[in-house]
C-alpha cells in the first residue's frame, strides 16, 4: 500500500489536483496510509518509523528534486529525519517542520499525522513557486516521549546542525496538532482558567503560540496568517517557563536562538483524545485542517 499511495497521487496531481489549495480528499489518503497501519510508530518500532519515512520521502519526492536524508543514533537505533527544500537557490530559509512519531501504543492521527500530511500537502502546493526564501520542510522522528526534551530529539538534531553551519534562518514553524475543531459551549480548556474569558471556551480555533521576544519572523508571520482570514485564528504569546508553550519541536529552534512558533489545535487542552488509542482520524476536522495548511501556505507565499 505505501508503494501505490505515490503513484496514485501522482496521477491526480498530473490531472490538475495540484493547486494553490489543500485536498481534503488528499489529505485523508495522507492520514490513513500513516495511521492505519500494523503496530504503532513508537520509538521502539523501527521497521513502522522506517517505512513511515519512506512513504514521507516518496510523497516529497513529487513535488521536488531536493530530498535529504538525516540519519541519527538514539541509544543504539537508527532514526531519520526526512527533509524536502523548495527555493534552494536562495540562502535566507525558513523550516517548517512535523512529527512521525506518537506516544505509546495509538494511531496518532492528530498527534502528530495531521501535522505531517500538512508538510506533504504543502510541498505539493509549492511546488513550481517563485520564493525569494529556501523552504525547507523537515519531518522528524523522537519528538514524543522518552525522549521530548532530551538531545534525540530529531528536532535537535536538525536544529543544531543548522546552527552548527552557521545556516542563514529566518525562522521556522512547528505544525503540532491542527486537525481537532469543536464547535460545543466548554469544549476549550486553558493552563490558566481566567483565559477563558478571553479566548472563549470553545474549541473552533487554531492558534499560534510564541514566546515574549518571538522575533521579527514569528511577527511577521502571525500578521500574515491572521490578515489571511482562512480559519479562525487566535495568538497566545507568553513566557517559555508557561506549561504548554514549548510543548513541541519549535522548542529546540528556541534554543538555538532562532525566531520559531507553533501552530497547534492546543492539544490536551482541547483533544481529550490526546495520547489515547482514541486518536483517530474519525474524530478530525478535515475541512478546518485544510483551511490551516491554506493559511500557512498564504502566509508563507506572502513573505516572498
Keep these: 500500500m505505501y508503494k501505490l499511495i505515490p503513484a ?22 495522507h492520514l490513513t496510509a500513516i495511521t492505519k497501519t500494523i503496530g504503532y ?21 513529487l513535488y521536488s528534486d531536493s530530498i535529504s536524508t538525516q540519519t541519527y543514533s538514539a541509544n543504539g537505533l537508527e532514526y531519520k529525519n526526512i527533509i524536502c527544500s523548495f527555493g534552494t537557490e536562495n540562502t535566507k530559509r525558513i523550516i517548517l517542520g512535523a512529527h512521525y512519531d506518537v506516544c505509546d501504543k495509538q494511531e496518532g492521527a492528530d498527534d502528530n499525522a495531521t501535522g505531517i500530511t500538512g ?11 517563485k520564493l525569494n526564501y529556501r523552504i525547507d520542510l523537515v519531518a522528524y522522528t523522537l519528538e514524543e516521549p522518552p525522549y521530548f526534551r532530551t538531545e534525540f530529539m530529531g528536532s535537535y538534531i536538525h ?8 545556516a542563514n534562518v529566518y525562522g521556522m514553524i512547528s505544525l503540532e496538532m491542527i486537525g481537532y475543531f469543536k464547535e460545543e459551549k466548554h469544549t476549550q480548556d486553558y493552563p490558566i482558567g481566567l483565559l477563558s474569558l478571553f479566548y472563549g471556551n470553545r474549541g473552533n480555533y487554531i492558534t499560534l503560540v510564541k514566546k515574549f521576544g518571538a522575533g521579527h519572523f514569528t511577527k511577521k508571520f502571525c500578521s500574515r496568517f491572521k ?20 510543548f513541541s ?42 483551511k490551516v495548511i491554506d493559511g500557512v501556505f498564504s502566509s508563507l507565499t506572502s513573505l516572498n
Design 227 to 246: 490578515s489571511s482570514t482562512s480559519i479562525k485564528t487566535k495568538m497566545f504569546t507568553g513566557p517559555k517557563s508557561l506549561g504548554g508553550i514549548d
Design 8 to 29: 496514485l497521487l501522482l496521477m491526480l496531481t498530473t490531472f490538475g489536483r495540484a493547486s494553490a489549495f489543500s485536498d481534503t480528499t488528499l489529505i485523508k489518503t
Design 159 to 166: 536544529a543544531k546542525s543548522l546552527a552548527d553551519r552557521k
Design 41 to 61: 510508530r513508537t520509538c521502539d518500532n523501527i521497521q513502522l518509523l522506517n517505512k513511515t519515512a519512506d512513504y514521507i520521502k516518496n510523497i516529497f519526492k
Design 249 to 290: 519541536d519549535h522548542l529546540n529552534y528556541w534554543k538555538f536562538g532562532y525566531s520559531a512558533l507553533m501552530i497547534t489545535d492546543t492539544a490536551f487542552l482541547r483533544n481529550k483524545n490526546y495520547h489515547e488509542p482514541t486518536d483517530k482520524i474519525e474524530t478530525l476536522d478535515l475541512r478546518r485542517m485544510a
Design 119 to 129: 508538510l506533504l500537502e504543502l510541498a505539493r502546493m509549492l511546488k513550481g513557486q
